[in-house]
């Protein structure tokens, strides 16, 4: 079982920047992790994944550039650093751990354990 809890949610204006973190139980430091982000009245889209030792990353295109995922496997902590934020970044963003390759791991059926899920508003 792996436990995984967000934070770092929050309103922040249209260009501004805002860190989340995803904290999880000690048995995550294998596993894949993902951040995935839905908006209302839209499905989970994929964000970013962050291979378990954290050399491999992959990005959806839009946020490429922008956002930047990275672990830090002594704090059993994933973040997802989000910069130049724009409306549309609103979201709950929730962050999940599967065992595919971070380039194979863009599905939410790719992940067993998901976290409750933090607000993010980005207003213009």
């Known amino acids: 079982q792996v436990q995984l809890v967000e934070s770092g949610g929050g309103l922040v204006q249209a260009g501004g920047s805002l860190r989340l973190s995803c904290a999880a139980s000690r048995t995550y430091s294998l596993y894949t992790i993902g951040w995935f982000r839905q908006a209302p009245g839209k499905e989970r889209a994929f964000v970013a994944a962050i291979s378990w030792n954290g050399d491999s990353t992959y990005y959806a295109d839009s946020v490429k550039g922008r956002f930047t995922i990275s672990r830090d496997n002594a704090k059993n902590t994933v973040y997802l650093q989000m910069n130049s934020l724009k409306p549309e970044d609103t979201a709950v963003y929730y962050c999940?751990?599967?065992?595919?390759?971070?380039?194979?791991?863009?599905?939410?059926?790719?992940?067993?354990?998901w976290g409750q899920g933090t607000q993010v508003t980005v207003s213009s």
């Open positions: 999940a751990a599967g065992l595919r390759p971070p380039r194979l791991a863009y599905r939410v059926s790719e992940y067993v354990y």
